[in-house]
């Protein structure tokens, strides 16, 4: 068996009881057959714990305050301590791990729901490179209808996606939008089944900078803005369930903040934004796109949709940085806490004053794109919505999200 990962994935050391957002509380935890099947058979102290802590029929533990029924006070497992390491469900055992399984490979990287993995992803600064290493202990059963031309051509498309996600002598927005454009354009030999094709297409992506700009220039992006784009994205968004329960409260009143003064003023609070918190946001953009493109693109084999794949790398760098200008939106609007939740441009009255607008913390921005991972990443159902919303929905097409993309470049 193949492995994969990016080289940052064995730094990650679970902090336990010293975690300030343990990740036993505020969801609920699966259980997969095999470990129920332990449980129901557990003997000992145990036993009896087992019979009241876990929902035989949702499959999963119960919860006490939206916390693991197992989690005791000092945020350790009563269920490790008591049973040891091999009790633990698969969801324990891996987490925060996130494994994509292909025929004879699997693809493993750190999930940015846990805040010590979202440290170690948002702080590494240099390129991400993967690594593989071979276990040739491990077997893989071969599938019949694994598609492996598909899959190999997903691989080679995704590696010149990393090329251009990690050309850093772009402007991140260039780059996103190529990405874009290029899953957009394989999408259509996937579709028409000219999968052959695919080696030319990677070669005019390659140094096709100028020629993309000129494309660009003349794509007929004016009729599309970041404002209208966001503003849907962000509607689908608000439409999830959401997994922590504290997360609504924190959630209320961004849409206001963001959207609710209009379009002028949003942009103009979107130059202030990136005015002071531009080199982080430039930097910030290219690491959830490589981290959902790693995580997610190549499992386009498994339902031939490339594009949408690409389109969730793009509508989750989008959302992440709205959330994130609402949050400092919030921190500079005039007269706060009085104004939290109105419909406010800062500019006007409030920064532009300021001779310069304090930038987000980066303890603020890890915790913020966890909280927004988790809520997005760890339910099918809202990833299922966002997929779904995004592939369906003319407001997200190809020109849209391009002029969601590099907007405030035009403006
Ligand atoms: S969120 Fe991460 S660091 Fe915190 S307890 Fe869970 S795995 Fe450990």
Redesign the pocket.
């Not at 957002?21 to 036993?24: K, N, P, S, Y």
């Not at 846990?114 to 993995?117: F, L, V």
């Given at each position: 068996m193949l492995y994969t990962y990016p080289h940052y994935y064995k730094k990650f050391q679970?902090?336990?009881s010293a975690?300030e957002?343990?990740?036993?509380a505020g969801w609920a935890i699966t259980i997969d057959p095999k470990s129920l099947e332990k449980y129901r058979h557990a003997k000992g102290g145990m036993k009896a714990r087992l019979k009241e802590s876990v929902d035989w029929k949702q499959k999963c533990f119960k919860q006490r305050e939206h916390r693991c029924a197992f989690l005791n006070d000092d945020n350790l497992c009563d269920l490790y301590t008591g049973m040891g390491p091999d009790s633990l469900c698969w969801t324990c055992k891996t987490?925060?791990r996130h494994i994509e399984v292909f025929d004879g490979v699997r693809e493993v990287s750190l999930c940015l729901s846990?805040?010590?993995?979202a440290r170690i992803i948002l702080g590494t600064k240099e390129p991400v490179r993967f690594l593989s290493s071979e276990n040739e202990k491990e077997e893989s059963c071969e599938d019949e209808d694994f598609d492996f031309f598909l899959y190999t051509k997903l691989q080679e498309t995704r590696d010149v996606i990393f090329e251009i996600l990690e050309n850093r002598g772009l402007s991140s927005e260039l780059r996103m939008a190529m990405c874009l454009s290029l899953a957009h354009d394989l999408q259509r030999r996937v579709r028409d089944e000219k999968l052959y094709e695919v080696d030319g297409l990677l070669k005019r992506y390659h140094n096709c900078t100028a020629r993309f700009c000129h494309r660009l220039a003349s794509a007929g992006l004016e009729s599309y803005s970041r404002f209208e784009t966001a503003s849907e994205l962000y509607t689908v968004f608000e439409k999830m369930e959401p997994l922590d329960p504290a997360w609504p409260e924190r959630r209320d009143g961004m849409d206001e903040i963001l959207y609710g003064a209009g379009k002028e003023a949003y942009e103009a609070n979107r130059r202030a934004f990136l005015t002071a918190n531009g080199t982080r946001m430039e930097l910030l953009r290219e690491q959830i796109m490589v981290y959902f493109v790693f995580g997610y693109f190549c499992g386009a084999v498994y339902n031939d949709n490339p594009y949408g794949k690409m389109k969730l790398a793009v509508a989750a760098a989008i959302l992440v940085e709205e959330l994130l200008m609402a949050e400092w939106l919030k921190e500079n609007l005039p007269g706060r806490p009085e104004n939290r939740g109105k419909a406010v441009s800062v500019v006007p009255s409030g920064i532009r004053g300021k001779a310069v607008a304090a930038a987000l913390q980066e303890e603020q921005i890890v915790d913020l794109v966890h909280c927004f991972s988790r809520e997005v990443e760890h339910s099918d159902e809202n990833r299922g919505l966002l997929e779904d919303e995004l592939v369906k929905r003319e407001e997200f097409c190809l020109k849209a999200l391009l002029a969601a993309v590099i907007e405030w470049k035009r403006a």
């Open positions: 679970c902090i336990a975690c957002d343990t990740c036993c987490y925060p846990c805040i010590e993995a």
